[in-house]
């Protein structure tokens, strides 16, 4: 297929890469002439301005817009609705709140243009690993996007299947397996991935603690005979392998750790991207109890007062799985 990607930072510009190693045609934009020169030496078709990037998408056209969510996210929506036509299709690959879609969805419907909200998970290792795809939108556009959605997604790999997943009702068609799934109308793509980065919240949270337990097992405010002078990178890598809690964060946590187990070059200033936020604000509306998701959202707002091992572990997985980096201000110990 051929697709416009707007947006050309950590994952937009992987993205490009995996969908031209798939066969795709890309026609690519930024705000960095370079960040789109780069990417056009590669094999993708490079484009001056979003006129330009729309001139080059033959009808009916798909562009996926990979910015950060927000003002820039709201902006490239309206400017690409500006200049298509219907029957074309606007994506929103990053991390929009969900009634911000239906809204875009409602405007983009008016002028006969799908809007298609993709809840994507991937970080900075989706070129090798693929994407997991949450996907919201009219199922006459997620149909015809299907062979971008198959060639992002990691396949069916190694991952054993699940005992009776086929057999389950509703099943037959579902893509799951393969890494996306199509969530449901307008808004339930990034729904879907909202509370996949609230439960991430918990779960890094409950790592993070646990290592700092570790940490402070050798407190000298402990009696002698029950200090533990722990070594974190092997309980990191020995829980890697067949434990119950072994996962990807894991993965990511262990290699810090072995990089150095004392995470000296974070300073533990914790930031959130704002699903958090969103998926509590959802328990509230829904009146759904969510104790552990708040509870790990709250110390992220306690890390940017005052920084324990444990922060600079969940720095190390933000790191780690996305390339966020902390404030300067904040490594500086401001």
Not at 26 to 33: A, E, Q, T
Not at 155 to 161: Q, V
Not at 169 to 181: L, V
Not at 200 to 228: C, H, T, V, W
Request: hydrophobic residues 40%.
């Amino acid at each position: 297929m051929q697709l416009g990607m707007v947006g050309l930072g950590r994952m937009g510009a992987n993205m490009t890469r995996r969908l031209m190693r798939g066969g795709h045609q890309l026609v690519v934009s930024d705000l960095s002439p370079d960040a789109v020169k780069e990417l056009a030496d590669e094999g993708a078709t490079g484009s001056s301005s979003l006129d330009d990037l729309v001139a080059k998408l033959s009808p009916p056209r798909a562009a996926w817009v990979m910015v950060p969510a927000g003002d820039a996210t709201e902006k490239t929506v309206q400017s690409l609705l500006s200049r298509m036509q219907a029957g074309d299709i606007i994506i929103d690959g990053g991390n929009s709140y969900f009634k911000d879609d239906v809204r875009r969805s409602e405007m983009c419907a008016a002028k006969g243009v799908h809007y298609v909200d993709v809840g994507t998970s991937g970080g900075v290792w989706g070129i090798e690993r693929g994407y997991c795809m949450m996907i919201g939108g009219p199922k006459e556009a997620v149909q015809r996007l299907d062979p971008i959605f198959k060639t992002l997604a990691p396949g069916r790999g190694d991952i054993p299947r699940t005992p009776g997943f086929e057999e389950r009702g509703g099943a037959a068609g579902s893509t799951a397996e393969e890494g996306y799934i199509h969530c449901g109308p307008s808004g339930s793509g990034h729904f879907v991935k909202m509370v996949h980065n609230g439960i991430e919240y918990g779960i890094m949270q409950a790592y993070a603690e646990g290592f700092d337990i570790f940490k402070n097992a050798n407190s000298k405010d402990l009696p002698e005979n029950i200090r533990y002078d722990l070594n974190l990178p092997d309980i990191a890598e020995v829980w890697r392998r067949g434990s119950v809690i072994s996962s990807w964060l894991l993965d990511l946590t262990a290699m810090a750790l072995v990089e150095n187990p004392a995470l000296s070059e974070y300073s533990g200033f914790v930031q959130d991207s704002g699903e958090g936020r969103w998926t509590i604000q959802a328990a509230i509306e829904e009146a759904v109890p969510a104790e552990v998701l708040t509870a790990s959202l709250y110390a992220r707002f306690r890390s940017r007062q005052e920084h324990t091992f444990a922060d600079k572990m969940l720095s190390a997985m933000r790191q780690k799985f996305g390339g966020h980096v902390e404030p300067k201000a904040a490594a500086k110990g401001k």
